[in-house]
DNA sequence: CATTTCACCTGGTGGC
DNA sequence: TGCCACCAGGTGAAAT
């Protein structure tokens, strides 16, 4: 479900209310797939820890842990390990009341000193949840380019010789990190490019527009809360707004918001692909 | 290596 | 109401 406005949100609402807590014990479905790492080993590397941050990276939520040491407790406390929640399509990551009826498709349950409960639920189980030991293993990292902060040339360097069509570049997470098949789409809309154009022919001119594009519907989609298309919630179990900004993603056959052309679907890349026929050239 | 296709899952929706 | 086809925010392995 997520892309990077739904995860910001995500992630920045666990930080605001987690941050500092500790996690007291976890609890993990039997469900095999969304454990990256073994579910007796995460278990074990998360009781005890606190959580110092969370922050999102691609479209993976990062939780920075840290454990007290007990001969300086009073310094500043260093992340000593990571939990790295993937959302997949389906995946939410709620903060709830332990009392909170338990939904279906929870597959973890950390319980928190506070009393509160971290819960992962995730029908279709394409999320995975890592846990890393910071002594033993490199801190992670998303592959591709942060959209947000990328420079122009650098933007137009990820896309040159590339022959594949553009959106199926902008869904490709090692070249670009965070874009989705949401707003791959809005954003080849506000750029004025058809998601079909061969990624090394675009212009200069034209990556530019897309670059800048992408950054302001990635930025108005954060301030919005995201996109709930259907079950997208953040960690206080809130909709977001921004699929009221919507201008060609799961518009098919109604009327372009700039022309009133009927907005085209088509597939590309496996994923459902829209826009308008006269202002996407 | 670059690119495309498919499998992995469950649930909602709309047609008949 | 039931059944079925199709669609859905993602990714990584296998095939080309």
């Known amino acids: 479900m997520p892309e990077l406005p739904e995860v910001e949100t995500i992630a920045r609402g666990v930080d605001q209310r987690l941050r500092g807590d500790r996690i007291v014990g976890a609890w993990f479905s039997s469900y095999p797939q969304p454990f990256k790492t073994p579910r007796a080993r995460q278990a074990k590397g998360l009781a005890g820890r606190i959580i110092l941050s969370v922050h999102r990276t691609g479209?993976?939520?990062?939780?920075?842990l840290g454990s007290v040491a007990p001969a300086n407790a009073s310094a500043a406390i260093r992340p000593d390990s990571q939990w790295i929640v993937h959302l997949g399509m389906t995946g939410r990551l709620l903060v709830t009341t332990p009392g909170e009826p338990v939904a279906a498709h929870t597959h973890a349950r950390l319980s928190l000193l506070t009393g509160r409960e971290l819960r992962f639920v995730d029908a279709r189980r394409f999320g995975r949840l890592e846990f890393r030991d910071l002594v033993r293993t490199r801190a992670f990292d998303a592959p591709g380019?942060?959209?947000?902060?990328?420079?122009?040339?650098?933007?137009?360097a990820l896309f040159r010789g590339r022959k594949l069509a553009i959106k199926a570049a902008?869904?490709?997470?090692?070249?670009?990190a965070g874009v989705g098949n949401i707003y791959a789409d809005e954003s080849l809309f506000h750029a004025g490019i058809r998601p079909r154009r061969a990624a090394g022919r675009l212009t200069r001119a034209e990556l530019e527009r897309l670059r800048q594009a992408l950054r302001k519907v990635l930025q108005q989609a954060i301030r919005l809360?995201?996109?709930?298309?259907?079950?997208?919630?953040?960690?206080?179990?809130?909709?977001?707004?921004?699929?009221l900004e919507h201008c060609v993603y799961l518009r098919t056959g109604e009327p372009c918001r700039r022309c009133a052309t009927p907005i085209r679907r088509i597939l590309l890349a496996g994923r459902?692909?829209?826009?308008?026929?006269?202002c996407q050239h």
């Not at 809360?225 to 699929?243: K, L």
Request: overall charge negative.
């Open 59 to 64: 479209k993976h939520i990062v939780c920075e």
């Open 272 to 278: 459902g692909t829209h826009f308008c026929p006269r």
């Open 225 to 243: 809360g995201g996109s709930s298309v259907s079950d997208y919630v953040d960690a206080n179990g809130a909709r977001g707004f921004f699929q």
């Open 170 to 176: 902008l869904l490709n997470q090692s070249l670009l």
């Open 145 to 156: 380019a942060e959209p947000l902060s990328i420079g122009p040339g650098e933007f137009a």
